[in-house]
């Protein structure tokens, strides 16, 4: 039976070579500052598997965890569960401090209810309203930085009870906000201001300030969230959605191997 239960340390090792070198061979920059998952959650403590291994998020208000997951071919993996009621997860700072500028978020989501404003993710800057940000709208997803420039819609709104996959690339270099709902190009919005230090951090609800917005928590299931700094491309985003981002370990190495190879061949070319 195929699960994510295995000794997840060197498979995550390996998972952060194969970024960084993938990111090489195909001329993007890419760091991973932020990844949950909920399949080693420890009480209310969600581990950090990103490259910066320092950012833990805290399940609060009865927050738990749930068997329905996005990968049925992976039974026993497990997705973070919120009731829109007072749910969440707070976040460490951590190395996300260190997220200026360009930055790409992704998640899967399968909210149980579409309310009037429900917040996914909210990575908040400490400058001004500039901050990361999806939230649903009567279930059209929103992406959006801060209060400057425009806001992805996406041109139909998500179904209830069904899992779906948003990824948002903020790129500054070019001003442009991209959304991508399963894997696809949803809507574009343009993008504002400069880079940013993070300070107020969450999943499933938002802040003014450092004021918990009560009325906008998401309700439904999460899984994979994941922030970086640089912008995905196209066909790497289309390539996250079609699989889990924890590899098995049999995966990852040959992943490894096979791009070192690539990789010293090109430079020997």
């Given at each position: 039976m195929k699960t994510r239960k295995?000794?997840?340390?060197g498979a995550i090792?390996?998972?952060?070579?194969v970024c960084l070198l993938l990111a090489q061979v195909q001329g993007y920059s890419y760091t991973v500052r932020g990844f949950w998952y909920y399949d080693d959650v420890s009480g209310t403590t969600v581990p950090d598997h990103s490259n910066a291994?320092?950012?833990p998020g805290t399940l609060v208000n009865g927050a738990t965890t749930s068997t329905d997951t996005p990968f049925t071919s992976y039974p026993g993996n497990l997705?973070?569960?919120l009731d829109g009621t007072n749910d969440r997860m707070d976040i460490t700072i951590g190395d996300l401090s260190n997220l200026v500028g360009s930055a790409t978020i992704e998640t899967w989501v399968k909210p149980s209810s579409l309310g009037a404003e429900n917040w996914v993710a909210r990575f908040q800057s400490g400058v001004g309203s500039e901050y990361y940000a999806i939230r649903l709208v009567s279930g059209t997803v929103q992406a959006f930085f801060g209060?400057?420039?425009?806001t992805a819609s996406s041109p139909s709104p998500i179904s209830a009870g069904v899992w779906t996959h948003l990824a948002v690339t903020f790129?500054?270099?070019?001003?442009k906000i991209t959304l991508f709902t399963n894997g696809i190009e949803a809507a574009t919005a343009t993008l504002l201001t400069g880079g940013n230090t993070l300070d107020n951090t969450g999943i499933g609800a938002a802040w003014l300030g450092t004021e918990l917005l009560t009325q906008n928590f998401y309700a439904g299931l999460m899984?994979?969230?994941?922030?970086?700094?640089?912008?995905?491309?196209?066909?790497?985003i289309q390539l996250d959605f079609s699989r889990t981002l924890v590899p098995e370990p049999s995966v990852a190495a040959l992943?490894?191997?096979?791009?070192l190879t690539l990789w010293m061949r090109r430079r020997q070319g």
């Amino acid at each position: 039976m195929k699960t994510r239960k295995w000794n997840q340390r060197g498979a995550i090792v390996a998972a952060s070579l194969v970024c960084l070198l993938l990111a090489q061979v195909q001329g993007y920059s890419y760091t991973v500052r932020g990844f949950w998952y909920y399949d080693d959650v420890s009480g209310t403590t969600v581990p950090d598997h990103s490259n910066a291994t320092n950012n833990p998020g805290t399940l609060v208000n009865g927050a738990t965890t749930s068997t329905d997951t996005p990968f049925t071919s992976y039974p026993g993996n497990l997705s973070m569960s919120l009731d829109g009621t007072n749910d969440r997860m707070d976040i460490t700072i951590g190395d996300l401090s260190n997220l200026v500028g360009s930055a790409t978020i992704e998640t899967w989501v399968k909210p149980s209810s579409l309310g009037a404003e429900n917040w996914v993710a909210r990575f908040q800057s400490g400058v001004g309203s500039e901050y990361y940000a999806i939230r649903l709208v009567s279930g059209t997803v929103q992406a959006f930085f801060g209060s400057e420039g425009g806001t992805a819609s996406s041109p139909s709104p998500i179904s209830a009870g069904v899992w779906t996959h948003l990824a948002v690339t903020f790129d500054f270099p070019d001003n442009k906000i991209t959304l991508f709902t399963n894997g696809i190009e949803a809507a574009t919005a343009t993008l504002l201001t400069g880079g940013n230090t993070l300070d107020n951090t969450g999943i499933g609800a938002a802040w003014l300030g450092t004021e918990l917005l009560t009325q906008n928590f998401y309700a439904g299931l999460m899984d994979e969230v994941r922030i970086g700094s640089g912008v995905l491309p196209a066909s790497q985003i289309q390539l996250d959605f079609s699989r889990t981002l924890v590899p098995e370990p049999s995966v990852a190495a040959l992943g490894v191997f096979g791009l070192l190879t690539l990789w010293m061949r090109r430079r020997q070319g």
